[in-house]
C-alpha cells in the first residue's frame, strides 16, 4: 500500500481526493482529530461526490477550515464530449495546468454487439503524452509532458460517471501514457479505485496495460493486488518488435517474457497478450506461430486488435480474411485467441487513437505530428 508523506507545494496544493484513507488518518491524527472524521470525509468525497469542502456539512466549521488550508477538492473539467455511433462517449478532461487528457467509455450494448454483459467500462489515461513512441500510436506522436497525479486518474472515472450517468464496473488502463511509468500514482489511484470507502471497484475489473516494461512489471506483481495484466507484445520476436515498439531495444522479448513469468508465480493472476495486425508489418503468418507458442509458454491469450487507423501515419490494417487466418494458426495451439470488435473509430475513440490537444484561438486542435520514420 502507498501512502507517502504528504508534500504541501505553496504553488499547488494538494488534492483532498488523491488521498487513501491512511494519508486522511494520518493527516487529522497530527491536527488531534478524531479518526471517525475520515470516514465522513471519504464519504462526503467518494459517495456523496462534493464538488467543495465547505458541503461537507456533518463536519465543523473549525475542521473544514483546516482542511481547506491543506486542501482542495479537485473534481476533473470535462471540456468536450463526443458521442459516436456505435455509443463509445469520448471525455475530453482539461487539467489544472492547462493541458488536456481524454477517457472512453465503452458502455456494454447488447443491440449491438451482441454482448451479453453489464460491463460499462472506461478507458482512462495515466500520463499526458507518453515517452515509448510506439511507432503505430497517436499518443505517443507528440512526446511525453508529464504523470497523471492519483487524483486525475481516479477523476476521470468519477466525471465520466457524472457525465453520462452510468456507473462504471470495468476500467482498463489503455488510455494515453504508459501506466507503468507512473506507477506510484498509479497504484494510489487503484487503491482509491477498489477500496470500499472509494469507488468499490473489484481489482479483478481493472486492467492495466503496458508496452512491457519489465522491470516494473516485476514490481507490480509485489503489490498483490489482484489487477488484469494486458501485454502490448505486437510482435513475437526481437526483429518485429524493435521495428515499431522502441521500448524492445530497452527490455526485449525474452527478457520481457522473463519478467511475465515472474508476475505469474508472484500474482497468480493470468495475462492477456495484446497484438495489433498491422498489414505488412506484423501480419505475418510466422508470427501467429510464434506468438502461439509464446502465449501458451505462459498460459496467456491473446487479443488480436486489427489496427486502428492514426491520422498522419501511413499504416493499415489486413484485410479481414487475414486476420481471420492469423487467428485460426494461434488457435491451432490450443491458445484462446479473440478478434476485437471495433468501437468508437469514428470519433478517433479508439485503440492507439488518443493523442494529445492543445488550445490555440480557434478552439482544441491535435498536437503537431512530429516527421516519423518506419
Ligand atoms: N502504454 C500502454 C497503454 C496504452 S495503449 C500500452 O502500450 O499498453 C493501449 C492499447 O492500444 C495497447 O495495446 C496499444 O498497443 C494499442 N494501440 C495503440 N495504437 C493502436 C492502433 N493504432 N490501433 C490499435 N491498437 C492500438
Known sequence: MLHGKITHSSSVSTALNSLSKEDLDAFLKEHGQSSYRTSQILDWIWKKRVSSIDEMSNLSVELRNLLKENFELKPLVVSKTSGSKDTTFKYLFRLEDGRY???????????????KSDRRTLCVSSQVGCAYACKFCASGLAGFTRNLTADEIVGQIVAAERESGETINNVVFMGMGEPLANLKNLMK?????TAHWGLEIGARRLTVSTSGLAPSIKQLAEFHVPIRLAISLHGACDEVRDLIMPVNKKWNVDTLFDSLRHWIKHSKRKLTLEYILIKGINDDLDQAHLLAKRARSIKAKINLIPYNTVEGLEWERPSESHCRAFQAIVKKYDVTATLRLEKGHDINAACGQL???QETEEGIITAPLKELKR
Do not use: C, M, W
Open 189 to 193: 489511484a487503484i487503491e482509491i479505485i
Open 101 to 115: 487528457v481524454e477517457s472512453v467509455l465503452i458502455p456494454a450494448n447488447p443491440a449491438l454487439y451482441g454482448e
Open 355 to 357: 493523442r494529445l490537444k
